[in-house]
């Protein structure tokens, strides 16, 4: 799974406007301010609030 690094740039998390960053195992992009996941799923980012997941649920599930 891959995301355009140029993409990745301009995306910002919806409910704070903070950078997103893509997770170690590239299936969510993190928003370090708000503490919340948003998943990628087939190849797409999920960027709507109720999507997201919390941080550190995330790490709990091993899924970073």
Same mark, same amino acid.
């Given at each position: 799974m891959a995301?355009? &690094?140029?993409?990745l740039?301009?995306?910002a998390c919806p409910k704070?406007?903070?950078e997103l960053?893509?997770?170690q195992k590239e299936n969510g992009l993190i928003c370090e301010k708000c503490k919340k996941v948003y998943p990628? &799923?087939?190849d797409i980012p999920i960027l709507l609030i109720?999507?997201?997941i919390d941080l550190d649920k995330?790490?709990?599930n091993g899924e970073n």
């Open positions: 995301i355009n &690094k140029e993409l740039n301009i995306l704070c406007k903070n960053k893509l997770t990628i &799923k087939e109720e999507e997201a995330f790490e709990q």
